[in-house]
């Protein structure tokens, strides 16, 4: 589905103000490691993606304590159950872990995005 005009000035808007553990981890994603390309705040229909494999179909979501609340969790389900309607795999990732280890964060991302991606399938 096409994005939304809506979705996209958020994105940009995203794009200009991430958050810490999201910054942390474009810096380590930007450049297409391993010939991996990944988007970040990626438009998808009303909904907006921290980061998106497109080779890999994935949409990466960074939780932190904005997403604790019971109205948040609601919107995730709805958001998660578009993702999956449209093909995409959802995987979600405590911001603690990204700041407490970037890195790993990143290499475990390349690993389910690599060359051989059948594991999200």
């Known amino acids: 589905m096409r994005a ?6 958020i994105a940009r808007q995203q794009r200009r103000s991430m958050s810490p553990p999201e910054v942390k981890l474009w810096t380590l994603l930007r450049r297409s490691p391993e010939g991996i390309r990944f988007r ?3 438009s998808i229909g009303p909904y907006v993606a921290d980061f998106y494999c497109p080779a890999a179909k994935l949409v990466i979501e960074i939780d932190g304590s904005a997403h604790d609340s019971a109205a948040a969790a609601e919107h995730d389900r709805m958001r998660n159950e578009y993702m999956m309607k ?7 990732i ?3 872990e990204v700041l407490a280890d970037p890195a790993a964060v ?3 991302l390349l690993s389910l995005c690599g060359p051989s991606t059948t594991q999200l399938r």
Do not use: I, N, P, Y
Request: charged share 25%; hydrophobic share 40%.
């Open 86 to 92: 449209l093909g995409l795999k959802v995987l979600r």
């Open 94 to 96: 405590a911001a603690s």
């Open 106 to 108: 990143a290499d475990g």
């Open 4 to 9: 939304t005009a809506r979705s996209m000035r």
């Open 40 to 42: 970040r705040q990626h």
